[in-house]
């Protein structure tokens, strides 16, 4: 009953943009903080951000500050992640997460190069 979905993943070149989104059901997703977390090839998963019930506070890992960007919109249970000025360090499967529980999607995949 509880699903994250995630979406907006692909395939861009360095320098460029890309939006991902994540669709909540099945809880209260105005209650919980929510979080995007990032997995590279042969490396462990990884913070990226974290954005407060209300919206009212962000926090992000040092490697996207300046570049990356969390928002919400509660009417439509959705967290989103801005990515601009993206590397090749930034390839990755993303996933969102709703803080201090056990949700998490399903991941999407992000790849950046030319």
């Known amino acids: 009953q509880v699903q994250l979905v995630e979406s907006g993943g692909g395939l861009v070149q360095p320098g460029g943009s890309l939006r991902l989104s994540c669709a909540a059901s099945?809880?209260?997703?105005?209650?919980?903080?929510m979080s995007w977390y990032r997995q590279a090839p042969g490396k462990e998963r990884e913070f990226v951000a974290r954005?407060?019930?209300?919206?009212?506070?962000?926090n992000y890992a040092e490697s996207v500050k300046g570049r990356f960007t969390i928002s919400r919109d509660n009417a439509k249970d959705t967290v989103y992640l801005q990515m601009t000025t993206l590397k090749p360090e930034d390839t990755a499967v993303y996933y969102c997460?709703?803080?201090?529980?056990?949700?998490w999607g399903q991941g999407t995949q992000v790849t950046v190069s030319s």
């Open positions: 997460k709703a803080a201090a529980s056990g949700y």
């Open positions: 099945g809880f209260t997703f105005s209650n919980y903080a």
């Open positions: 954005i407060t019930s209300a919206g009212g506070n962000t």
